[in-house]
């Protein structure tokens, strides 16, 4: 996916109309966060008292069908949806904050193509959830952070 600095281009681009609640989801999730369609209502909700739950979810969804948009279902909470930034990217939730943590292991995409190459596949795709708890009380929490390991 191109860079996201002309919305209406990428809209265009993906072959949908320019429409206000469009322009306002997409650059919501520019933002670059993981946000369920009620986050989303929410905050639109609080300038737009005329959007409703209906019309959120159906830009997600064309959204998510021109591969705008990920989605994600992870346990222990309503679908996400974050941007599709192209690339690869691996998620920790938190299950008792419920934030989620996005990481780039080098050393687990190599490991998940020798697993499938060792048992005679090619790999196609993946997805990899780690459920995560902190192992005791700390000040530090991060919400959506990005980690780039080994
Ligand atoms: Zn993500």
């Given amino acids: 996916m191109e860079s996201l600095k002309k919305p209406h281009d990428t809209l265009r681009c993906i072959g949908l109309k320019i429409a206000p609640p469009r322009l306002r989801v997409l650059e919501r999730l520019s933002q670059g966060q993981h ?3 009620e986050d989303i ?3 639109m909700y609080q300038t737009d008292r005329d959007i409703g739950m209906a019309t959120i979810y159906r830009v997600l969804n ?4 021109a591969g705008l948009a990920l989605k994600h279902n992870f346990d222990n909470g309503p679908a996400v949806y974050e941007l599709n930034r192209g690339g690869h990217h691996d ?6 904050t419920g934030a989620i943590v996005e990481f780039e292991s080098k050393a687990i995409e190599a490991l998940q193509h020798d697993i499938a190459s ?11 959830v780690l459920y995560v708890r902190r192992p005791s009380a700390s000040a530090s929490h991060p919400q959506d952070s990005n980690r780039t390991l080994p």
């Fill in 35 to 37: 946000l369920s369609a």
């Fill in 41 to 43: 209502y929410r905050e």
């Fill in 62 to 65: 064309q959204f998510e069908a």
């Fill in 91 to 96: 998620h920790m939730v938190d299950v008792e």
């Fill in 118 to 128: 060792q048992l005679g596949y090619v790999l196609e795709d993946r997805l990899l």
